[in-house]
């Protein structure tokens, strides 16, 4: 067994009570997330994640944040585990087979940390250090961002759902929306720049204002 995974999107989709129930996993480099929700209505269900290692046949995840954290109090999974050919098995709750998307190369792929409000003036940024982050995954054509606070575990949200980013353009597509589900289908379109190790986000807000962010990529 390898010492990391392939950095790699997947899915696992179970019918629960006749509703489509969507596992959508992430692993980029040493970092696993892990988001559960219904489609067709949609509901967000659950979203945790960490930074990850193999220990003989088990995948150890220190977790940064866990939305269901008031009701289980989990900091760590130990989840058993074993590679099938492309599919990843997961022992949680049951046994599920996670099967991999189709490998989609982009601009903007990675981990990302919210910065600080455009444009670039010399002001104060949210460091690695700051216990109040905002993440952004971006891989296989999937997107997804956290809010949460490291220290305490509070959980402020999360979407996601798919994107394209090409020649400055960037596109989301909402499929799932942890505070507000009549978000989802949405469609919004950004311009991006991308200077050094940031990415410069602009364009407007789901209010229509005017919106001015810089990411930079994650270190860690």
């Known amino acids: 067994m390898q010492a ?15 509703k ?3 596992h959508e996993l992430h692993i980029i480099d040493d970092y696993l997330t ?9 509901k967000f269900i659950m979203a945790r994640g960490g930074f990850v290692k193999i220990e003989e046949n088990r995948l150890v995840v220190l977790l940064e944040f866990n939305s269901n954290y008031e009701n289980d109090q989990l900091k760590t ?10 599919d990843l098995i997961l022992t949680m709750s049951s046994k599920k087979t996670f099967k991999p998307a189709p490998s989609l190369a982009q601009d903007l792929d990675g981990k990302w940390l919210f910065a600080t409000r455009g444009p670039d003036e010399g002001q104060e940024r949210r460091g690695e250090e700051n216990p109040r982050k905002t993440l ?5 054509g999937r997107f997804q961002w956290i809010a949460y606070q490291t220290e305490t575990m509070k ?8 994107f394209t980013s090409e020649d400055g353009k960037y596109t989301e597509h909402i499929e799932f929306f942890s505070k507000d589900n009549s978000r989802v289908g949405a469609t919004l379109k950004f311009n991006y720049e991308l200077k050094d190790n940031d990415w410069h986000h602009t364009g407007k807000n789901s209010k229509g204002e005017p919106m001015y962010e810089i990411w930079t990529k994650r270190k860690d």
């Not at 952004?136 to 296989?140: G, H, S, V, W």
């Open 4 to 18: 990391q995974l392939t950095s790699e999107t997947y899915f696992s989709e179970e019918n629960v009570d006749e």
């Open 20 to 22: 489509s129930v969507i």
């Open 34 to 42: 892990h988001t559960i929700y219904e489609k067709n209505p949609t």
């Open 77 to 86: 999974l130990n989840i058993p585990f074993e590679q099938k050919e492309d």
């Open 136 to 140: 952004k995954i971006l891989k296989d």
């Open 155 to 162: 959980f402020s949200g999360t979407g996601g759902g798919s």
